[in-house]
């Protein structure tokens, strides 16, 4: 069991990481602490956040507890943490540096704040301490253009106009304007613990060009707000055709960073998407004017082929192989996951780019649901020995399937022979038989032979400001984007189109 532990925190002689795996004897060590039955003890588990609940193991993995958020109040914004240990041999210099550890980390990913820190040490019941914090003030005048919450008939009014296009936004509200709501905004995809979200604006299509001009200056009120809440970066992504949003996002004091090419649709036409972010203290630039945004027909890049391979020959004898096939051509799946779970805890060597790993830390129950995970990967690296040396993940396709964004892990030693170089450019091969026109991948501040290897391959459309969180600060994320042979002549080397559209 402790070789699929994954710490996510490094505390002296303790690793705190994967709740799960050692999740029935937490609910034994709440059991004899609090003299509770079997359903009153998962009840306090499950009340605890999957995301934020962690065991407590030893250097040699042996369990000594958990720690984990509890008694949360979403409204007042508070949390207490719970720290339950099974041991009366941890001294108190140990005990208050795994608080010390949790807290922090806590503190840089949530828009909570810690009110009291709750201790058991088996085999006594006790409380051992209960420590107010005091919760900064926020002097923040609601804008009375905006209105907390979105009515039933009016989601139900854009919903007509966006289609499947409003994912469920939280934080949000309607923007109210002469008796009328021309727009409403929110957010969405929010990682609280990279203290990041993206953002969501919709404009009532009825009005036309007929909107509020200061719409700007609302955005811009709603966006101190939600940095209020302890999100740092705020990002959103618009399509190059859509005038009304790009002029309200411009006008506030969101920053563009870069454009991901075909990424979006105008009718039958590829165009890109404009990037764009906010971070506390940024203000507008008045002196920026928009690129240029290439626009082709959707068919140039239409091909016969409709999938991607299941098996993909990279060379040296090294092959990408998809885990659905794996029965088929004799890969053993539990000597793969394995060393998939080791690559995962070789965070140092190993070139992910992290987007998944808290997933991987909290979210599994012991084997099936890693298993689950590998089983969703694209691409699996394999030599000749069916050794594991990384992976290859389709995250998220866009434009009907013009566009890729990729995740890419592989292992040490293809940093350093090549076939990182071989792998990616297999992989675009790939993308770009079966009609994709771009594909995008991404790379953290940290990971240098990432960036390299990006950087030799591919464009870099832009920057993300501090969007990671790992080791007691915030990285930046770098996007990186290759389009079609077909039309690669027509950008610069940082992504942006150079010539008149076809």
């Given at each position: 069991?402790?070789?699929?532990?994954?710490?996510?925190?490094?505390?002296?002689?303790?690793?705190?990481?994967?709740?799960?795996?050692?999740?029935?004897?937490?609910?034994?060590?709440?059991?004899?602490n609090?003299?509770?039955?079997?359903?009153?003890?998962?009840?306090?588990?499950?009340?605890?956040?999957?995301?934020?609940?962690?065991?407590?193991?030893?250097?040699?993995?042996?369990?000594?507890?958990?720690?984990?958020?509890?008694?949360?109040?979403?409204?007042?914004?508070?949390?207490?943490?719970?720290?339950?240990?099974n041991?009366?041999?941890?001294?108190?210099?140990d005990?208050?540096?795994?608080?010390?550890?949790?807290?922090?980390?806590?503190?840089?990913?949530?828009?909570?704040?810690?009110?009291?820190?709750?201790?058991?040490?088996?085999?006594?019941?006790?409380?051992?301490?209960?420590?107010?914090?005091?919760?900064?003030?926020?002097?923040?005048?609601?804008?009375?253009?905006?209105?907390?919450?979105?009515?039933?008939?009016?989601?139900e009014?854009?919903?007509?106009?966006?289609?499947?296009?409003i994912?469920?936004?939280?934080?949000?509200?309607?923007?109210?304007?002469?008796?009328?709501?021309?727009?409403?905004?929110?957010?969405?995809?929010?990682?609280?613990?990279?203290?990041?979200?993206?953002?969501?604006?919709?404009?009532?299509?009825?009005?036309?060009?007929?909107?509020?001009?200061?719409?700007?200056?609302?955005?811009?009120?709603?966006?101190?707000y939600?940095?209020?809440?302890?999100?740092h970066?705020?990002?959103?992504?618009?399509?190059?055709?859509?005038?009304?949003?790009?002029?309200?996002?411009?006008?506030?004091?969101?920053?563009?960073?870069?454009?991901?090419?075909?990424?979006?649709?105008?009718?039958?036409?590829?165009?890109?998407?404009?990037?764009?972010?906010?971070?506390?203290?940024?203000?507008?630039?008045?002196?920026?004017?928009?690129?240029?945004?290439?626009?082709y027909?959707?068919?140039?890049?239409?091909?016969?082929?409709?999938?991607?391979?299941?098996?993909?020959?990279?060379?040296?004898?090294?092959?990408?192989?998809?885990?659905?096939?794996?029965?088929?051509?004799?890969?053993?799946?539990?000597?793969?996951?394995?060393?998939?779970?080791?690559?995962?805890?070789?965070?140092?060597?190993?070139?992910?780019?992290?987007?998944?790993?808290?997933?991987?830390?909290?979210?599994?129950?012991?084997?099936?649901?890693?298993?689950?995970?590998?089983?969703?990967?694209?691409?699996?690296?394999?030599?000749?020995?069916?050794?594991?040396?990384?992976?290859?993940?389709?995250?998220?396709?866009?434009?009907?399937?013009?566009?890729?964004?990729?995740?890419?892990?592989?292992?040490?030693?293809?940093?350093?022979?090549?076939?990182?170089?071989?792998?990616?450019?297999?992989?675009?091969?790939?993308?770009?038989?079966?009609?994709?026109?771009s594909?995008?991948?991404?790379?953290?501040?940290?990971?240098?032979?990432?960036?390299?290897?990006?950087h030799?391959?591919?464009?870099?459309?832009?920057?993300?400001?501090?969007?990671?969180?790992?080791?007691?600060?915030?990285?930046?994320?770098?996007?990186?984007?290759?389009?079609?042979?077909?039309?690669?002549?027509?950008?610069?080397?940082?992504?942006?189109?150079?010539?008149?559209?076809?």
């Amino acid at each position: 069991m402790k070789n699929l532990f994954i710490p996510k925190i490094v505390a002296n002689r303790f690793r705190i990481g994967s709740f799960d795996l050692y999740k029935e004897l937490s609910k034994e060590l709440i059991m004899k602490n609090s003299l509770l039955d079997s359903s009153e003890a998962l009840s306090i588990i499950d009340s605890m956040p999957e995301e934020y609940r962690a065991s407590i193991v030893y250097i040699d993995g042996s369990y000594t507890g958990f720690i984990g958020l509890y008694n949360i109040n979403e409204m007042a914004h508070t949390a207490s943490i719970r720290l339950e240990l099974n041991s009366n041999f941890i001294d108190e210099k140990d005990k208050n540096l795994i608080i010390q550890k949790y807290k922090k980390w806590v503190d840089n990913s949530l828009g909570l704040y810690i009110t009291e820190e709750i201790t058991f040490i088996n085999p006594v019941h006790k409380l051992v301490e209960s420590i107010s914090f005091s919760i900064p003030s926020f002097s923040f005048s609601m804008n009375h253009f905006l209105l907390p919450g979105i009515s039933r008939c009016v989601f139900e009014k854009f919903l007509e106009q966006y289609y499947y296009d409003i994912p469920d936004l939280e934080f949000s509200f309607s923007i109210k304007y002469k008796n009328t709501i021309p727009a409403i905004i929110g957010l969405s995809d929010i990682v609280w613990s990279n203290s990041c979200a993206n953002l969501y604006l919709f404009l009532d299509k009825d009005l036309g060009d007929a909107f509020p001009v200061h719409l700007g200056e609302i955005l811009n009120n709603y966006l101190e707000y939600v940095h209020h809440l302890n999100i740092h970066n705020i990002s959103c992504s618009v399509s190059s055709h859509d005038k009304n949003i790009l002029q309200v996002i411009t006008s506030s004091n969101m920053r563009y960073y870069g454009q991901i090419p075909f990424s979006s649709l105008d009718g039958e036409n590829a165009v890109s998407s404009l990037l764009f972010q906010h971070v506390p203290g940024m203000f507008s630039d008045d002196s920026f004017t928009l690129p240029d945004c290439p626009s082709y027909k959707t068919s140039i890049f239409r091909t016969n082929k409709q999938c991607l391979d299941d098996v993909l020959s990279v060379g040296r004898d090294y092959k990408l192989i998809s885990p659905m096939v794996f029965d088929q051509v004799g890969v053993d799946i539990s000597s793969v996951l394995f060393e998939h779970t080791l690559a995962m805890m070789d965070r140092e060597h190993f070139t992910k780019p992290l987007g998944m790993d808290k997933y991987i830390l909290q979210s599994f129950e012991g084997d099936f649901s890693l298993l689950n995970f590998l089983m969703h990967s694209t691409y699996i690296l394999l030599d000749h020995h069916e050794k594991y040396h990384g992976f290859v993940n389709i995250l998220h396709t866009h434009a009907n399937h013009l566009h890729a964004e990729i995740e890419v892990g592989l292992d040490f030693l293809c940093q350093y022979n090549g076939l990182d170089t071989l792998v990616l450019n297999k992989i675009y091969e790939e993308l770009f038989s079966t009609s994709y026109a771009s594909v995008t991948t991404s790379a953290y501040s940290f990971h240098t032979s990432a960036l390299l290897l990006n950087h030799c391959l591919s464009n870099l459309v832009g920057v993300q400001l501090e969007s990671y969180y790992m080791d007691g600060q915030l990285w930046n994320k770098h996007y990186y984007n290759k389009v079609h042979e077909r039309i690669s002549s027509d950008f610069d080397e940082v992504g942006t189109c150079i010539k008149k559209s076809l």
